[in-house]
């Protein structure tokens, strides 16, 4: 039952996001980014992934961070160890290059 509460407070997020994602950046894009650590150092980076919007959906933001961390593994001290996942988020990037805040598209000011 917790599982079903937290993906349904998570399509709810998402959904918003998704509405304020269109509403000021137009068209975009999905990235997860996941924030891994080494157990023994406990060095902290980050991975980076495009994705879409069915994928977001498909799970649940853990378990699309942890997928994603486990799909490597890091040399520390010539020994090869599965990092432990600290973070996991989705950014919304626009895809249009002419992109300013609030949605705005810039355009030429034309000459007097």
């Not at 378990?63 to 990092?83: C, F, K, M, Y």
């Amino acid at each position: 039952e917790f599982e079903a509460e937290l993906r349904r407070g998570e399509e709810r997020q998402h959904a918003l996001c998704s509405l304020l994602g269109q509403r000021l950046l137009g068209r975009y894009y999905l990235q997860s980014v996941v924030v891994g650590e080494l157990p023994r150092t406990r060095h902290r980076f980050e991975l980076s992934q495009r994705i879409d919007p069915t994928t977001l959906l498909s799970e649940t933001d853990l378990a699309l961070g942890t997928r994603i961390l486990a799909q490597h593994r890091v040399s520390s001290n010539g020994q090869w160890v599965e990092p432990k996942l600290v973070a996991s988020f989705v950014e919304y990037h626009p895809t249009i290059t002419d992109y300013t805040p609030g949605g705005r598209r810039s355009s030429p000011v034309p000459d007097r």
